[in-house]
């Protein structure tokens, strides 16, 4: 009679299922898991092979600028340039323009530098442009400038009513003030950039011998790399940045992003492009892009290095890396349409613009870091109906790496910590990209990076080394957490029922993911 009433289910619940949860896995892992996750695993595989041919590609191209001595900043006689400026003393009217907001521990070192700037004091104009809300703070640049000024430099203090614009809104207005009518070059450093005293003689030249070029930017020398693991880690992919992006661009298709900051602009390749806009976080590349669809050219000096300071802090990195990841994938948004419809510019550099400069490293490079070495491999563990061909997994990905790594030869040995330090990051940056491509919540956010200063932090380190305060907020990320127990939950279950080694893999993927989200890497500020 029970029998009548009450009918077993077609699939049968198994006999020694150890919970209702274990069942629930069972039965939607065949129909929804499996063709989501093997769809999935298809797009990154494609993605892979995309962003392999790209690093590849470069590679390949950088190894042939550098045998060939074809990098195009060497083209140009420098020294006869120079010697050709001194005999005429035709010098340029230049302008230097040193954004800050609440730079308590650089703002000295940013302002001395500059005024230490070797050109003619009469050809010469440093603008301070403060958004300080810290009354206290301001009044102490000020100070500094007016120190400056008794020395005989034309330092020009300007601060705003309101921060319109962050800081593209700053730089824009001012440029706008009415001294700088009759400069020709803009010289751009953020709060924490040192340049040396011949700065000036190393680009400016460039600038004066082609009327075409509208950028002369300089290479990254970060003054704090050995602070920290996080700083070395840092380092490792800057350097990739600057030695193989940056100088392919100049060297190929006279087109890089500007970095924002040391860098020497014509404006009048500034005001041909538009002006600076804050449509998004990212206004150098912006305006980089604009300037370049207008026609002109730029040239990246890599024996030129600018002294800054890298995070050291995993709560001012994050804030950076979600800048640099959303800002660019919210302009390639707004953008693709008109980069594609440009005729002023070549069909060769239109696609590279859209495919390779945006497309894949701006978006792919982050997504498949993260949904293929974060999501679909540890998944494929406990989903055994999923095979990921080792060319794929494995291979693709070292080669990757080691293309990287090579641009920093004395941190070759972190080679792993820097991987493991890259995807968890990937978590943020593909989050970040996301949001940039559908303008959501934070698109806009703008959190000036934090800087501890170096000098600064030397001393404090000297006197005392005391423990800092926990703070549970700011030390404790929820997502590295799901993230990391989602990591050991594979891990374990391939140690336990695998029959490959992607256990190895993950315990120290997971282990990565703990440790950032218990807060336990970068630099610890004391309260």
Not at 353 to 375: N, P, Q
């Amino acid at each position: 009679m029970r029998s009548l009433f009450i009918k077993q289910p077609a699939m049968g619940v198994p006999e020694y299922a150890s919970s209702s949860l274990h069942y629930a896995w069972k039965s939607i892992r065949s129909p929804m898991v499996v063709p989501i996750l093997k769809l999935a695993a298809i797009l990154c595989s494609v993605m892979s092979i995309m962003l392999f041919i790209e690093r590849v590609s470069m590679a390949t191209t950088i190894l042939m600028v550098k045998l060939l001595r074809r990098k195009r900043y060497t083209k140009y006689k420098l020294d006869a340039m120079k010697q050709d400026l001194e005999r005429n003393r035709g010098y340029p009217m230049v302008l230097i323009q040193i954004p800050m907001y609440n730079e308590k521990e650089v703002y000295k070192l940013s302002i001395g530098a500059a005024c230490a700037l070797s050109w003619p004091s009469d050809r010469l104009i440093v603008q301070v442009l403060d958004d300080s809300t810290n009354e206290v703070l301001k009044e102490l640049v000020e100070l500094e400038c007016l120190k400056w000024i008794d020395k005989g430099v034309n330092v020009k203090y300007e601060t705003r009513r309101n921060r319109n614009g962050y800081k593209a809104g700053a730089l824009k207005e001012g440029l706008e003030k009415q001294y700088v009518k009759d400069c020709e070059f803009v010289a751009i450093f953020d709060a924490d950039f040192q340049p040396e005293e011949d700065y000036l003689w190393r680009t400016i030249p460039y600038l004066l011998e082609n009327p075409k070029l509208g950028l002369v930017q300089a290479r990254w020398k970060f003054v704090n790399a050995d602070e920290c693991l996080m700083t070395r880690l840092q380092e490792m992919s800057l350097d990739y940045h600057f030695s193989v992006e940056q100088e392919v661009g100049s060297s190929t298709y006279s087109f890089f992003g500007f970095n924002g900051t040391a860098g020497v602009w014509r404006i009048q390749a500034i005001n041909d492009a538009g002006g600076w806009k804050d449509r998004t976080t990212v206004e150098d590349m912006d305006l980089a892009v604009r300037a370049s669809l207008k026609g002109w050219e730029f040239v990246f000096v890599g024996d030129v290095a600018v002294k800054n300071e890298l995070p050291s802090t995993f709560k001012a990195y994050r804030f950076q890396q979600h800048r640099w990841s959303c800002g660019p994938a919210n302009l390639f948004k707004k953008m693709t349409k008109e980069i594609i419809f440009c005729d002023r510019v070549s069909t060769f550099k239109r696609f590279h613009l859209v495919y390779a400069f945006f497309f894949v490293r701006k978006i792919v490079a982050h997504w498949v870091t993260f949904f293929f070495y974060c999501i679909v491999i540890p998944t494929s563990v406990i989903v055994p109906e999923i095979t990921l061909k080792k060319e794929i997994a494995i291979y693709i990905p070292a080669t990757i790496t080691i293309l990287n790594a090579v641009c920093t030869p004395r941190s070759l040995h972190l080679l792993v910590f820097w991987i493991l330090f890259e995807n968890v990051m990937s978590l943020h940056r593909t989050k970040a990209a996301i949001i940039g491509l559908l303008e959501a919540n934070r698109v806009n956010e703008w959190v000036v990076t934090e800087k501890l200063g170096n000098t600064m932090k030397q001393k404090n380190n000297a006197r005392s080394s005391k423990t800092p305060k926990f703070r549970f907020t700011e030390r404790i990320h929820p997502l590295e957490i799901i993230m990391g127990m989602f990591m050991l939950h594979c891990a374990i279950y391939d140690l336990l029922f695998g029959h490959d080694h992607f256990y190895i893999y993950l315990l120290l993927q997971a282990g990565a993911f703990f440790t950032m989200g218990f807060g336990q890497m970068g630099t610890f500020v004391p309260n």
